[in-house]
């Protein structure tokens, strides 16, 4: 399983939760007001906000691109985690790990710019992207998942007359639930990540502000796009830790 | 006679993938969009006729996969090697023919159904050497081989005429150059992210209590997309340049490689930091107290029972970083770091793919290889008696 | 040897070691036993320094060990621990070599003391030389850890309830084990454990400690005949006590010479032994023991039906507990059990009457 945030999780930090959603919601409500903050931070600018889109049309566009790319990813990853670890797919599974774990070597810019000019610019083909890559952290920690279940378990279950369905939607997926959570947490993760470069590739998200800041060299645009998105992210994050908290067995 | 059901799978997918799509395509120039050419028509009557025959073998050893499964598995790896090879040099030919009375813009580019024929040949590799080996060493070393018979065949020239290699050609010197920039910001991060992570690491194995609040700092940093980083980067920097003229000399400024290899050491940090910790958490305390209890000195436990026993984990750690990174400096190129990432947004902006995979492949290869060659050093630090 | 004086550990203002004064000569095999938290382990971890002292001063053939380097001190002191700790990264010939090696012998002298201390163990060198720990029995495990703690041949060996975790078979094997090599070498030997049955089978002197403090020290017989109160009393277990006496004594103490005569003999001499015994034991041909006449035969016929036959599963030896001698005769419904030497040649009886004897 990827575990690669599995430590935090059993940490105290849900607290901060609402109130950084509330200063999310606020700040991309009001950061169209903040001219003149940004003008006395960085003096000298011709413009000192972004205005060619509005911040919470920004903000939407890119929680669409996240969440659609993520719903996609979800039904096809879980689904194939699953085929994989039943005995039809027992064959597949070596391959379909391999895949899995090589896949999140690419790196995520380069399988962006590499799959969604095969498909044009915009925002489909940042979303064929977003959804294959968000795929593997979803099937590998699918098949983690579900492997750990203990086979007591699952004997103790056939033997009290559960069938393979039953098996699979009342004991296996239960007792998965955290590890696929922490799989699905890193996809959207990555895909919220991945989705601010999809600017280049001509889908419009918050990472649509810091590009044109860079090219313009105005720092402020950039700022104002950066700190969206961050706090998006790690808005997101902490609740996916919560998510997990949520599944995992002991509830603690 | 029970079939080698992965490797019928692909082959039914591949075999779609070059009736229904093209596999190259030749312009007049970059602009206009071209003539696509299927398979059969792209390749001579001999690469056709070989094509054919290497497929149907591998499709009569795949579905008698398990009256011999060894010897199919070694013919399997032979036959789906030589098919790659056969394709990507059918493909570098085609070029060559149809080029010698064109002109001088025009160009011919790989298309959807040569990507899905490489795909499934190099998932069926995978899928053999899954089930032939258990051993890293043997599969690392398989697909070492097969990397250098495809650079051979990059560099025997047989594919000079296809335009990513044409683009290639355009700017060998600057290609080189963002090679080595591209691996030098890796490299630079890495110093500064062990120097700080393992401390942290290790502060973490000292200090239970500080240990939750550094994790999920830490976190925070891997959380934050590497764009949004960089740019928060940017703007302090910047002003820390142009408030003190030494350190604009000496580098630091909003833009370039200085912001960028913070951004790669403050994602570094906590790969470096959560496996130092679990590496050194994990060896039991049994083992130490012995060591203790046998008159060993706080050095010679360190040195002979806790480093060796937390060097694998260590180890993966470094690996998931230099992954990492590779894939992040791509990115860095949006704030004029440099490296291969200067090609992809350079050729997404012109809209010129060939420019964009000119970037993007040596990349992924660049972080495929690190890891396999990481994934080798993890095995060898991982004793034997250590399960 | 060991000399504990005046030994005191506190804890955040707590005496979990309260001035306890000891000493352990050359050769003993000293049993530290209490309950948890007595101070027992604590006590022991003193003595290679792994717990620095409070108060009080603990010396090793009249040195005090605070003049030693710590790491010093611990080579020349085995140490073995119920967790083992093997270095699961290296053999169990690198293991067994750790302290040899820090004591930098000769490649030549290390690798035949770990053969030697393999062979000691039973452990097949050839066999084992080369596994990992992974590859190991808890009890095979434990082994190598005991061989490892007698690696640079200490003169002392602490032990801390390194056979707590085994199987109560593996438990029994290795106590025999122990006290063999205990034997065998003559190491002074601290062990702690809380298992009364333990240390009464393996002590030469037992130490019985309570919240911190020494309540009595003594041979397992004098703590078994003479509680020095009610905790000892409670301690050693007052429902089997007298099983526990037994089990500390040899069939050997209460051997009584054996009448005994030959099958192949004439059916009359069997009949005169009865003249001066009221039984006697029946020999095979070859002189093994068939079983026990009670009465005298009738008859060469009625030689089988009177007879009562004791194979070599009920038989005693001298070095038999008398505990087990006794579960012998009651599983056998038999007041005597012959006494065999190593050859199963007769060299005596022990009965249900002298057993009960006060010594």
């Known amino acids: ?252 | 006679m029970k079939p080698n059901r992965v490797i019928v799978t692909l082959l039914v997918l591949a075999l779609a993938a070059t009736l229904l799509l093209p596999f190259a395509n030749l312009a007049e120039n970059r602009l206009v969009s071209g003539t696509p050419y299927r398979f059969w028509s792209a390749l001579t009557t001999g690469q056709l006729v070989a094509a054919l025959a290497l497929t149907v073998s591998l499709t009569g050893m795949a579905v008698s996969w398990y009256k011999r499964p060894v010897l199919n598995g070694n013919a399997t790896l032979v036959c789906c090697l030589c098919l790659l090879l056969l394709v990507i040099y059918a493909a570098g030919d085609f070029a060559t023919r149809s080029l010698e009375d064109a002109g001088p813009a025009a160009r011919v580019s790989l298309s959807s159904a040569f990507w899905a024929q490489i795909f499934c040949l190099s998932l069926m590799m995978i899928d053999v050497l899954q089930r032939m080996t258990r051993s890293i060493f043997m599969q690392v070393f398989f697909a070492l081989f097969a990397f250098a018979a495809v650079m051979l065949l990059f560099f025997s020239g047989a594919l000079d005429q296809l335009s990513i290699m044409r683009e290639y050609a355009n700017r060998q010197e600057a290609f080189a150059g963002a090679l080595v920039q591209h691996m030098m910001l890796v490299i630079s991060a890495l110093g500064p992210a062990l120097v700080i992570g393992v401390p942290l690491g290790l502060l973490a194995l000292r200090r239970l209590r500080l240990r939750s609040g550094l994790f999920s700092t830490l976190n925070v940093f891997q959380t934050v997309p590497s764009i949004a980083l960089f740019g928060l980067l940017v703007a302090p920097l910047s002003a820390l340049g142009e408030a003190v003229p030494l350190f604009r000399d000496l580098g630091i400024r909003g833009i370039g490689s200085t912001p960028a290899i913070i951004a790669l050491v403050l994602y570094a940090l906590l790969p470096i930091a959560r496996n130092t910790y679990a590496g050194f958490a994990q060896v039991p305390t049994a083992a130490i107290e012995a060591a203790q209890g046998m008159g060993m000195t706080p050095q010679q436990i360190l040195w002979r029972i806790e480093v060796p026993l937390a060097l694998p984990v260590l180890l993966s750690g470094l690996r998931i970083v230099v992954v990492q990174s590779i894939g992040l400096a791509v990115v860095a190129a949006l704030i004029g770091a440099g490296g291969l990432g200067t090609f992809v947004f350079n050729g997404l902006g012109q809209y010129a793919i060939d420019l964009v995979l000119l970037g993007a492949i040596p990349t992924i290869i660049l972080a495929v290889l690190a890891d396999c060659l990481l994934q080798l050093l993890v095995s060898l630090s991982r004793r034997k008696g250590v399960t | ?359």
């Not at chain 1, 699918?142 to 699979?168: C, F, H, N, Q």
């Not at chain 3, 690198?94 to 003391?113: D, F, G, M, Y």
């Not at chain 3, 004791?310 to 038999?320: D, F, I, R, V, Y």
Request: net charge negative.
């Open chain 3, 1 to 359: 040897m060991i000399e504990l004086d005046q030994v005191t550990k506190t804890y955040d203002g707590k005496n979990v070691v309260d001035s306890v004064t000891l000493s352990v000569d050359k050769g003993d095999f000293c049993v530290l036993i209490g309950p948890s938290g007595s101070g027992k382990s604590t006590t022991l971890k003193m003595i290679n320094r792994l717990i620095p002292l409070s108060g009080g001063t603990i010396r090793i053939e009249g040195q005090d060990i605070a003049s030693v380097r710590a790491e010093e001190l611990r080579r020349r002191i085995g140490y073995a621990i119920q967790s083992i700790g093997l270095f699961p990264h290296w053999t169990v010939e690198q293991n067994i070599a750790v302290v040899p090696r820090l004591l930098k012998w000769s490649p030549k002298r290390v690798r035949e003391r770990v053969e030697s201390l393999l062979a000691l163990f039973h452990l097949e060198p050839g066999q084992f030389r080369d596994k990992y720990p992974h590859q190991l029995s808890g009890g095979q495990a434990q082994r190598v850890g005991v061989a490892r703690a007698l690696a640079a041949d200490p003169e002392v060996l602490l032990m801390d309830e390194p056979f707590g975790a085994l199987d109560p078979i593996t438990r029994d094997s290795l106590q025999e084990e122990m006290r063999r090599v205990h034997e065998e070498t003559g190491k002074t030997i601290v062990f702690v454990t809380h298992d009364m049955d333990e240390a009464l089978k393996l002590a030469s002197r037992i130490a019985i400690m309570d919240e911190g403090r020494l309540v009595q020290v003594g041979s397992p017989r004098e703590i078994l005949n003479s509680p020095a109160n009610d905790f000892v009393l409670d301690f050693v277990g007052q429902s089997d006590l007298g099983l526990k006496m037994l089990a500390c004594e040899s069939v050997e103490t209460r051997l009584e010479p054996a009448a005994s005569i030959s099958r192949s003999a004439p059916i009359e001499n069997i009949r005169s032994q009865f003249g001066q015994a009221d039984h006697v034991w029946l020999l095979s041909p070859e002189g093994q023991v068939e079983g026990l006449l009670t009465e005298a035969p009738g008859g060469q016929d009625d030689l089988d039906r009177s007879l009562r036959p004791l194979g070599q599963e009920s038989h005693a030896t001298p070095e038999m507990s008398l505990k087990e001698a006794l579960s012998h005769m009651v599983w056998r419904k038999t007041g005597w059990l012959p006494v065999v030497d190593g050859d199963g040649r007769l060299t005596g009886e022990v009965g249900l009457s002298k057993v009960m004897e006060r010594p």
């Open chain 1, 1 to 252: 399983m990827i575990g690669s945030r599995s430590l935090s999780a059993s940490l105290p930090r849900t607290g901060a939760l609402p109130w950084l959603a509330a200063l999310f919601v606020a700040l991309t409500l009001f950061m169209g007001q903040s001219a003149p903050l940004f003008e006395w931070l960085l003096p000298g600018l011709d413009n000192p906000v972004y205005d060619r889109h509005s911040f919470p049309d920004l903000v939407l566009d890119h929680v669409v691109l996240v969440a659609a790319s993520s719903l996609i990813s979800v039904f096809i990853g879980v689904s194939a985690g699953i085929f994989a670890t039943r005995s039809v797919g027992q064959e597949f599974k070596p391959v379909i790990s391999a895949v899995s774990a090589i896949g999140q070597t690419f790196p995520p810019a380069a399988v962006l710019a590499v799959v969604a000019p095969l498909a044009g610019f915009g925002f489909k083909p940042a979303l064929v992207a977003l959804a294959l890559y968000g795929l593997l952290p979803i099937v590998q920690n699918t098949m983690a998942g579900l492997e750990t279940v203990p086979s007591a378990t699952l004997e103790a279950a056939r033997g009290m007359g559960l069938s393979k369905r039953e098996i699979l939607t009342r004991v296996e997926l239960p007792l998965a639930m955290r590890v696929i959570t922490a799989g699905i947490r890193v996809s959207v993760i990555v895909n919220i990540g991945t989705a601010t470069i999809a600017s280049t590739v001509g889908a419009r998200s918050l990472g649509t502000p810091i590009i044109s800041g860079l090219v313009s060299q105005n720092v402020a645009y950039v700022l104002q796009g950066a700190i969206l998105v961050a706090l998006l992210a790690i808005v997101t994050d902490l609740f996916f830790e919560r998510l997990e908290r949520f599944f995992s067995v002991d509830r603690n």
